[in-house]
């Protein structure tokens, strides 16, 4: 039997992208920092999000059936952070420390994303702790060629674009 302690340790042997989970609607305006974030297939365009069920933002995603995944650049580090919980502040205040804008949904796109993929959730399927959102993407926002903010080994990492050089 794996422990969790010890998956855990594996998992942080993975190097993921760092998102932004972003909703609003009837239910309220809510975000959360996720890794979880995975391409499901190209037709229709769908991806999943896992999100901890004791999460703030959970129930309100459900409730406004809606999310964007903003895929943040090699410079957000602490936008990050302030949308883990760090440092922990009221869910409208995380909100105005960076600039937001809409695409087809609603749910507020970060205007410096690398991506933003705008979805309509359309199935919800719970494992363990988590809850997994799939997205169908109604709108897509994507950014300057600007390093990528990669999580491995439990740390920060900036990776460059190939094609880049703004840093945002
Ligand atoms: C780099 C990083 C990746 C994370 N990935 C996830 C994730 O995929 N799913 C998730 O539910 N929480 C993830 N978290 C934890 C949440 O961001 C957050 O701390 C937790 O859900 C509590 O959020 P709340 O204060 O908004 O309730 C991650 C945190 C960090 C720093």
């Known amino acids: 039997m794996i422990g969790k302690t010890e998956y855990r340790e594996a998992m942080s042997r993975l190097g ?31 991806l999943l999000v896992c999100i901890n069920r004791l999460s703030r933002a959970h129930p309100v995603f459900l409730r406004n059936g809606i999310f964007c995944v903003n895929v943040l650049c090699g410079t957000h580090e602490l936008i990050s952070a302030l949308f883990a919980g760090s440092p922990p502040m009221a869910m409208e205040d995380r909100f105005k420390q ?6 087809a949904t609603g749910a507020p796109t970060l205007e410096e994303a690398a991506v933003s993929f705008d979805c309509v959730i359309t199935n919800v399927s719970d494992v363990g702790t988590h809850s997994v959102f799939f997205g169908h993407v109604k709108g897509l926002s994507i950014g300057a060629a600007r390093e990528a903010l990669i999580y491995f080994a439990r740390s920060y990492h900036r990776l460059p674009h190939p094609e880049g050089v703004a840093a945002a």
């Open 16 to 46: 993921t992208a760092v998102n932004i989970i972003t909703t609003d609607g009837a239910a309220g305006l809510a975000g959360v920092t996720a890794s979880a974030v995975c391409s499901v297939t190209d037709d229709p365009p769908t």
């Open 98 to 103: 960076v600039r937001w804008r809409s695409l």
